[in-house]
């Protein structure tokens, strides 16, 4: 077992890093023993002294995990002893634990893509009074990693679970704060619960923790910043504007001596605030567990046509699906058409939420994002062309869509289609919307109001 050693202040460190294999989906109660087993083992951590741990995930083809823990050199021996009691979660998962045995491998398990945030949200005033926002990644994190997956995006998460003694003078500037909050005019009662929430939580914290994630391209950063954005409002309310601030190649102290950020500098009552927690929710984060979908998702894999196909699709000109929880319209229609599609969409404004299958081949193995959406979405918007008739899994998607009555509205991208297999019989109840002859998008706007899509 390698620990790596590092200097902050003239103090001496140890660090472990253990790559975890996550037990597949197949066996439910054995992955359920090496899970409890897994939060057991974690609670331990915190008889070391000062030690911190972290989680780090990364989904690209495959996904992956690693923890780290962090203790003074003079506990490296207790930290040594509870790195190896993780060998127990092998006896129910053979292969779960790989421990590095050089510096190469620890720094392998260290890799985080290149443009960086740390998730806090900062600074949001009103009067005299700040807002705590409590904000966690790792609850949407399943959802992440599916988008990510579909829009062929690399996606890093790390979390840092550092012990902390939150002082008094913090403590009694959130508690005045919480009354500062509750006598503004116009507060929505949510957030000012919230405050009040947050200012006892301070009292009883224990342990800060710090989110932080990654991706590889700027068209990624667009995308989960978005992605973000969405959920923050989903959870806090449309008042709530977060700013995301990517760095390059940053945030190397947490990153890599996995350590949060209030241990190399002080943090204000409002940061304290919104990343105070206690022991088990700390050892909540370290055990984040990947849905059986998820883990179902990454091993099936994808065909190699499939991949390439989808690498070679052009979807510039069309919105990032979407991800949050407001009514959205989900999109069938065939990889090939995505040119008559663009323009056809031409018209609709920003405020219009589709989703569609980007980047997804149409594999069996896709089936179960597929159904989520279909099953969640307000109204089918279908494509119709030759090519599209012909593809199995849009008539797939469009009877489940007529058996979940969703409202369908068909758009002719080509005159004189032969609508077979059913589809003819289905689509005339429906309305149809012309998209040959001229842009569609006023036709489709208004087919999509009507279906209550949007306001």
């Given at each position: 077992m390698y620990l790596a050693e590092y200097s902050v202040s003239g103090v001496s460190w140890v660090q472990a890093a253990i790559q975890l294999h996550y037990p597949g989906a197949g066996d439910a109660p054995a992955a359920d023993r090496w899970w409890t087993r897994l939060r057991a083992l974690l609670s331990a951590f915190d008889a070391i002294p000062d030690a911190s741990a972290s989680l780090r995930v990364h989904l690209d083809s495959t996904l992956d995990a690693a923890l780290f823990a962090s203790a003074p050199r003079v506990h490296a021996e207790a930290l040594r002893r509870a790195i190896?009691?993780?060998?127990?979660?092998?006896?129910?998962?053979d292969g779960a634990v790989v421990y590095p045995r050089d510096r190469a491998g620890h720094d392998e398990q260290l890799r985080f893509p290149r443009y960086r945030c740390r998730v806090a949200m900062r600074h949001f005033t009103h009067a005299d009074a700040w807002f705590a926002i409590d904000f966690r990644v790792s609850r949407c994190l399943q959802e992440l990693l599916v988008e990510a997956r579909t829009l062929k995006h690399a996606l890093s998460y790390h979390v840092n679970v550092e012990p902390f003694a939150i002082d008094e003078i913090a403590m009694r500037e959130a508690a005045r704060n919480s009354l500062r909050v509750a006598s503004l005019a116009g507060t929505p009662p949510a957030l000012e619960r919230l405050q009040r929430q947050l200012a006892e939580k301070l009292r009883r914290a224990t342990h800060l923790c710090e989110e932080l994630v990654g991706v590889a391209t700027p068209e990624a950063q667009a995308w989960l910043t978005s992605a973000l954005d969405q959920r923050v409002r989903a959870e806090y309310g449309q008042s709530v504007v977060p700013v995301w601030t990517f760095e390059?190649?940053?945030?190397?102290?947490?990153?890599?001596?996995?350590?949060?950020?209030?241990?190399?500098?002080?943090?204000?009552?409002?940061?304290?605030?919104?990343e105070a927690i206690g022991a088990d929710e700390g050892v909540d984060l370290l055990a984040w567990r990947p849905a059986a979908t998820l883990l179902d998702l990454v091993e099936s894999g994808m065909p190699a046509a499939d991949l390439e196909a989808s690498a070679t699709a052009d979807y510039s000109g069309l919105p990032v699906p979407y991800a949050g929880n407001e009514p959205f319209a989900f999109i069938s229609y065939?990889?090939?058409?995505?040119?008559?599609?663009?323009?056809?969409?031409?018209?609709?404004?920003?405020?219009?939420?589709?989703?569609?299958?980007?980047?997804?081949?149409?594999?069996?193995?896709?089936?179960?994002?597929?159904?989520?959406?279909?099953?969640?979405?307000?109204a089918v918007l279908l494509f119709v062309s030759r090519a599209a008739v012909r593809s199995k899994y849009v008539r797939r998607e469009v009877k489940f869509a007529d058996v979940l009555n969703k409202p369908i509205i068909g758009v002719r991208l080509e005159p004189d289609v032969e609508l077979r297999d059913g589809l003819d019989m289905l689509l005339n109840q429906y309305q149809t919307v012309n998209a040959f002859a001229s842009p569609a998008g006023h036709e489709v706007d208004r087919a999509l109001r009507l279906a209550r899509v949007f306001s």
């Open positions: 190896g009691s993780l060998s127990q979660l092998d006896v129910i998962a390059e190649d940053g945030h190397e102290g947490s990153l890599a001596a996995t350590h949060h950020e209030a241990f190399f500098e002080p943090l204000a009552a409002d940061a304290l605030s919104a065939k990889r090939e058409d995505l040119d008559r599609i663009r323009r056809a969409l031409a018209g609709l404004g920003a405020d219009h939420r589709i989703w569609y299958d980007r980047g997804i081949p149409g594999g069996a193995e896709w089936d179960a994002l597929v159904e989520d959406r279909l099953r969640h979405c307000a």
